[in-house]
């Protein structure tokens, strides 16, 4: 098996840094290193950790568990297993994680933060910890400690990140003595899985919905008996509306950065100072504690609202009633089986109308566990893209070798770099700027504005779903493989060919103007397709359809629009082929912005 660190990781950028960082406890070596080394950022931490390291007679007799950078929680899994005198807790920072991409700068802060804070949180309640930076990968860095210290077998819960799977794997391949233990954190099994849909196959398309009612028949949950409460599954169809003032929109916690995150925050601004976005301004929840009062705001003055404005949009409430919770869930942080309690026991009193509470419980019990099965099943889609090329070149067997640049499908064929205006560069198309500029400060934005302001230009351009892939993978601060591959390449842009969604995700101005309040403050006009001031949405629309005719238009659920597309005279489509080359050369012509 190739090293995983593979080639994304530029071993320069490591270089630069020029630290041979093994730092942390318990020795006064390495703790003299990291003193006099140019690691920053660490001193209030490292007095503060120091005391939980153990001594080589604290090493037998505990049970050796490895905390992944996102499982950070001693609510359920290994941690809860034995009591804290008898648990030793390994959490990593690794650089080369870091330098694998240039994740958003609040990201690095968010998730090194709570790690140092969780690492706090075990030592108070009893653990021994060792905490360890290094340059390394984390399976690397397992084997060094594992042997410094003279570990016995460390216990880990099955990784959710397939690179950090392919880490640890190549890890034991060198001697790494480790047990994978299912990660409890998740809702649903690969069986639970299977059972719904059988095992992998070419052609096979996946509907989150057949899942989902599986899901809600074995767990009991909005349900009496074997009939879903309120007499359907989904209310999804009475959650459309856009927002017009109808209520106030609440204005959610901010957590001010204490010591130890002014730390982080430093060393992420010394060691990744040309990554994306900024930490300016951080604000968001690094302990358990602050992580639950999130949740307590979104679950009293969020959710009662969440459900019909949940495809809204606005430029002046970016977050309206989402709970913005996914940075912390995919931290662990929050564990979805205790919202989904909450928010059935606060829809069972009546503090949340069953139509949101059943929104909000589908996404986590719905969508997060199938995407999640989906990348597994398809091996990072990898899978999907090698039977593509296959079928266009008509070679032989799959070859599901991994690859470092990522899964390539792109049924529709979409090719064209992605331009710099996801980057920051200003468009004039305000839906597209806003959006943009919100995930360049918060790292967030919700799923609406994710899919069709940020996606759907870049479907109807056709502009390459790998790109757009890995842009949000650096831009959000919830990304991690199994859900940021499987949203892109899967859900909203069609790359996967169908296989998790019945039809690509686009439309027009048209959507845009009704679910938002965009179009009011912009220069181009919804209303027109043709012409100089049209919003070049609707003319991208009619050309996608148009230009993918012979993918789509078997398509059942795209039968309407083509016969729409069917019906325009000729001189119409030429203009509006006009005005879509201009809209996508103009894009495409934009200089880059220094970031
Ligand atoms: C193009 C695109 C990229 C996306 N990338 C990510 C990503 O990198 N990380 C991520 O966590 N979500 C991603 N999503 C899914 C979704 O947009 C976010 O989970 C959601 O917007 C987070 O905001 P929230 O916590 O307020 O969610 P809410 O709207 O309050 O939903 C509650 C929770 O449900 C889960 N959820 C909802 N939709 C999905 C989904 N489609 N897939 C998986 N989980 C879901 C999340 O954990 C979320 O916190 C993406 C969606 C799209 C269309
Ligand atoms: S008019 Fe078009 S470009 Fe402008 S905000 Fe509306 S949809 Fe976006």
Not at 204 to 209: H, K, L, T
Not at 329 to 334: E, F, H, T, V, Y
Not at 362 to 387: A, C, I, K, N, P
């Amino acid at each position: 098996m190739k090293n995983p660190r593979g080639t994304l990781v530029s071993l320069s950028a490591i270089a630069e840094y020029a630290v041979a960082v093994s730092i942390l406890i318990p020795n006064s070596h390495t703790a003299r290193h990291c003193r006099s080394s140019k690691i920053r950022g660490m001193a209030s931490f490292r007095d503060r950790i120091q005391p939980a390291a153990p001594n080589p007679a604290e090493i037998p007799g505990r049970r050796w568990i490895y905390v992944p950078y996102d499982r950070l929680t001693d609510r359920t899994g290994p941690l809860t297993e034995q009591p804290a005198s008898a648990t030793g807790v390994l959490l990593i920072e690794s650089r080369a994680k870091g330098n694998r991409r240039a994740y958003h700068k609040k990201k690095l802060v968010l998730l090194l933060a709570n790690m140092r804070h969780f690492a706090l949180e075990q030592a108070n309640r009893g653990c021994k910890v060792i905490y360890h930076l290094t340059d390394h990968t984390y399976g690397e860095a397992l084997l060094h400690l594992q042997r410094k210290h003279n570990l016995p077998e460390i216990v880990v819960p099955e990784p959710a990140e397939r690179e950090l799977r392919l880490d640890l794997a190549f890890a034991q391949e060198q001697g790494l003595r480790l047990r994978l233990v299912l990660d409890t954190t998740w809702l649903s099994t690969a069986e639970d899985f299977a059972q719904v849909f059988g095992p992998y196959r070419v052609g096979r398309s996946y509907v989150m919905d057949r899942f989902y009612r599986s899901m809600r028949q074995q767990t009991k949950i909005l349900m009496e008996g074997s009939r879903p409460h309120g007499g359907k599954f989904s209310f999804d169809s009475e959650n459309r509306k856009p927002f017009r003032d109808e209520l106030p929109v609440p204005i959610p916690p901010e957590f001010l950065p204490d010591e130890l995150t002014l730390e982080v925050i430093s060393l992420v601004e010394e060691h990744y100072p040309n990554h994306f976005g900024s930490s300016d301004n951080f604000c968001l929840p690094v302990t358990q504690q602050q992580a639950d009062q999130q949740w307590q705001f979104a679950v009293q003055h969020l959710l009662p609202h969440f459900g019909p404005f949940e495809d809204a949009m606005r430029d002046d409430h970016l977050q309206l009633f989402h709970s913005r919770t996914s940075p912390l869930i995919n931290l662990s942080r929050l564990l979805p089986a205790d919202l989904i309690r909450d928010v059935e026991q606060a829809a069972g009193s009546g503090a949340i109308p069953l139509a949101s509470a059943e929104g909000f419980i589908r996404q986590l019990l719905g969508w997060r566990e199938f995407m999640r099965h989906l990348h597994r099943e398809t091996d990072g889609y990898r899978l999907v893209s090698v039977l593509q090329e296959n079928a266009t070149q008509g070679t032989g067997a799959p070859n599901l070798s991994s690859s470092d640049i990522g899964a390539t499908p792109s049924a529709l064929s979409a090719e064209l770099p992605l331009p710099a205006v996801y980057w920051g560069a200003k468009s004039g198309l305000h839906c597209i700027d806003t959006v943009v500029a919100q995930v360049i400060e918060e790292g967030w934005s919700h799923h609406i504005t994710r899919l069709m302001v940020l996606s759907n230009l870049a479907t109807l351009c056709g502009f390459s779903p790998r790109q757009l892939t890995d842009w949000f993978w650096i831009a959000y601060i919830d990304a991690y493989d199994w859900v940021v591959e499987t949203n892109v390449l899967g859900m909203a842009t069609y790359a996967d060919g169908g296989l998790t969604a019945t039809k690509p995700y686009v439309s027009g101005a048209a959507y845009i103007h009704r679910m938002s309040n965009y179009c009011g403050h912009c220069q181009f006009d919804p209303k027109r397709s043709t012409g100089p001031d049209s919003c070049p949405f609707t003319a991208l629309y009619w050309t996608f359809l148009e230009r993918n005719q012979p993918v789509l238009a078997s398509n059942f659920r795209l039968q309407m629009p083509y016969a729409s597309l069917n019906k325009k005279p000729a001189a119409e489509l030429v203009q509006l082929r006009a005005r879509a080359a201009e809209a996508i050369h103009q894009l495409q012509s934009l200089p880059y912005p220094k970031l």
